[in-house]
């Protein structure tokens, strides 16, 4: 009897010493692709973070790049799941050893993802030589009671400068209450256009604005965005018109041009137009509204160059699309500043004064300003923004001294 229970005790202890190595076979295998899937997700966020800092020259948010570590070794044991069925040693998806191996992987890619991100922005640091200054903190209340760094802080509502097509409100609400650090050394005009020039280059602006106190405060900052395409450079009653057409060679953009039929052995006459621009077999040409209507779809056309010397037009126009300054048309008022002041007198440049029915191209400066006439003026939004205290000052500081003395007689 007592050797029948020896021998059952003996063979039921091979089973519980085999089950017992399975377990710890899983468990090592579980730990070591654990550990291996961590640190795949620390090599991918190491490597975000550096690239970020390394082209942008700002630290990355940690947000992105555990989500980013993550991703790598959660995609592939996606790929593993659907082809094989099984995440780690054989276990079966719907099991909890999977859900357990699953938590570990999340777990420690998350950990190892943050310690890559800190490790790849110290690396790009070091490489690339950025010594990042803290926005907040003991180090920064530091260098700025030192005197090292001065803070400016952008006002809670951001304009639209007038003149440019508007900003999207989501980089507006970014750039409400952001603060940036300057040099101390700086004056109030050098610290304004280094913070006008921060911003186009930060946030993708076309045109800033700020308008600083005496300290270097902020008041207002009005933004706008650049005018692209083809339409800032459409005269009135003027279409673009994209053709199959080959441009002479002898044409540039703003050239005129003249636009001929071609094939079945006669050539007519269409209509006149600009070169705006031209790729392969398609031209794109400014013409008069009324000519837009002359071209047939899927009709080739001949140009040829006018016999007439090329306007400087277009040059004009492409310098104003590039420069800072815009054209705003004023309504004078009747009672108002601008009434009875001579066109030289009005903030920014006077390109034309439209009285009825007569146009009055670059206007003398002495020429008055009369209640009704329409000012297309030409310069900065600031300039053409200048409320009427503005207007009195140029006014009485472009009076000569032998005036102001007869009057005052």
């Not at 803290?134 to 001065?150: H, T």
């Not at 050098?190 to 700020?210: P, T």
């Not at 054209?327 to 009825?356: C, K, M, Q, S, Y």
Request: contains cysteine.
């Amino acid at each position: 009897m007592t050797a029948t229970l020896l021998l059952e005790a003996f063979g039921a202890a091979e089973p519980l010493q085999s089950a017992g190595s399975a377990s710890i076979k899983w468990t090592r295998t579980a730990l070591l692709s654990i550990l291996g899937y961590g640190l795949l997700a620390g090599a991918g966020a190491l490597a975000v973070a550096f690239g970020y800092r390394a082209l942008t020259v700002r630290k990355l948010p940690a947000g992105p790049a555990v989500l980013v570590g993550l991703a790598l070794p959660t995609g592939w044991l996606t790929i593993g799941a659907v082809r094989q069925g099984t995440v780690v040693a054989e276990s079966p998806l719907l099991h909890y050893t999977s859900s357990v191996f699953l938590l570990g992987v999340v777990a420690a890619g998350t950990l190892a993802a943050a310690g890559g991100h800190r490790l790849g922005d110290h690396l790009a640091c070091g490489v690339f030589d950025v010594r990042p200054l803290e926005r907040s903190g003991p180090v920064a209340d530091l260098v700025r009671s030192a005197g090292l760094a001065v803070a400016v802080t952008l006002p809670d509502t951001i304009d639209d400068a007038d003149g440019y097509p508007t900003v999207d409100a989501a980089r507006k609400r970014e750039l409400a209450g952001r603060r940036f650090l300057f040099p101390s050394d700086l004056s109030v005009s050098e610290l304004q256009a280094r913070l006008e020039a921060r911003i186009e280059s930060d946030f993708d602006v076309g045109y800033v604005c700020a308008e600083l106190d005496e300290d270097g405060s902020a008041v207002g900052v009005a933004v706008g965005d650049r005018q692209v395409g083809v339409s800032p450079t459409l005269g009135p009653d003027q279409v673009a018109v994209a053709i199959a057409a080959d441009p002479p060679s002898r044409a540039s953009t703003g050239d005129p041009v003249e636009i001929w039929t071609t094939g079945d052995g006669q050539n007519g006459f269409v209509a006149t137009g600009t070169l705006r621009a031209s790729a392969g077999s398609a031209t794109t040409l400014l013409v008069d509204a009324d000519d837009a209507t002359a071209f047939e779809a899927g009709r080739r056309y001949r140009l040829t160059t006018r016999p007439e010397t090329p306007s400087d037009g277009h040059a004009l126009v492409s310098a104003i699309r590039a420069a800072d300054e815009t054209v705003t048309v004023r309504t004078v008022d009747e009672g108002g500043p601008l009434e009875n002041e001579f066109a030289g007198w009005v903030p920014g440049r006077v390109l034309a004064i439209e009285r009825g029915d007569e146009i009055i191209s670059l206007p003398a400066d002495r020429e008055p300003l009369e209640a009704g006439n329409m000012v297309y003026a030409f310069g900065t939004p600031v300039e053409l923004e200048a409320p009427s205290s503005v207007l009195e000052e140029s006014v009485n500081s472009d009076i000569a001294p032998e005036a102001v003395s007869e009057t005052a007689e």
